[in-house]
């Protein structure tokens, strides 16, 4: 069965700062994977998704990640965060073999000016 | 021009009563969903539909009846309100064949409180 964690539950950089956050799946073939951003108050928002192809994917608002499959991760960064990139994000993983996306728990991230 | 839109985004109401939450999609999708968001922001699928079927129910008590007239639209219907049920629930489309595949699309959520 699938399954995906977010080892940080809450992650806190400074404004400028780099940022990186991990993600976890567990799935046998290749997943598709996801990254979403839930701003506070807000639903959801795709930021990207990988697929096959160049493990390495960009998104939107400056994100990318990078699919790793000898480490089941799938982590995404930016390198320099915005104030207005505080939020919660979450990491998904799903299949064409599923009629669902699973999500992972989320990890909060505090940007301090 | 909202693409999912919920309503209403608050409900405050007391245990025992019954509450509905409309949602509708202008995206042209064929799949809509109902997710659960619990205080500790977990996000868990409740129901799935793919042009009015029914496709996914998570092992959702009964008192739980989504509602899909088209597939614009899809509304859960809450019966018997529990303290538990208090979360934010969100609706979201999907223009997949496949739903684990496809990117979704979500609504600003609905706030349930109950007391």
């Known amino acids: 069965a699938q399954s995906v964690t977010q080892p940080d539950i809450h992650i806190t950089v400074s404004e400028g700062a780099s940022l990186e956050l991990r993600c976890n799946y567990s799935?046998?073939?290749?997943?598709?994977l996801f990254w979403y951003v839930q701003s506070p108050g807000q639903g959801l928002q795709l930021l990207l998704k990988y697929f096959s192809g160049d493990t390495l994917v960009q998104g939107i608002k400056g994100f990318e990640a990078e699919f790793k499959r000898s480490q089941s991760s799938f982590n995404l960064r930016k390198p320099s965060v915005h104030w207005s990139d505080a939020a919660e994000y979450f990491c998904?993983?799903?299949?064409?073999?599923?009629?669902?996306?699973?999500f992972g728990p989320g990890t909060s991230l505090s940007v301090i000016p | 021009d909202t693409a999912v839109s919920q309503t209403p985004k608050y409900l405050v109401t007391q245990m025992g009563n019954d509450k509905s939450i409309k949602c509708e999609q202008n995206?042209?999708?064929?799949?809509m969903y109902w997710y659960k968001q619990d205080s500790k922001k977990f996000l868990k699928i409740m129901f799935s539909y793919n042009n009015k079927e029914l496709i996914i129910n998570e092992t959702v008590p009964n008192r739980f009846s989504p509602k899909s007239p088209d597939k614009a639209h899809l509304n859960l219907h809450i019966n018997s309100l529990e303290l538990g049920d208090s979360a934010v629930y969100f609706c979201?489309?999907?223009?997949?064949?496949?739903?684990?595949?496809?990117?979704?699309?979500f609504g600003e959520g609905s706030r349930l409180t109950v007391l």
């Open positions: 998904a993983v799903g299949a064409p073999s599923y009629d669902k996306v699973i």
């Open positions: 799935y046998g073939a290749t997943p598709y």
């Open positions: 979201a489309s999907s223009d997949s064949g496949q739903a684990g595949t496809g990117e979704l699309f």
């Open positions: 995206l042209g999708h064929d799949t």
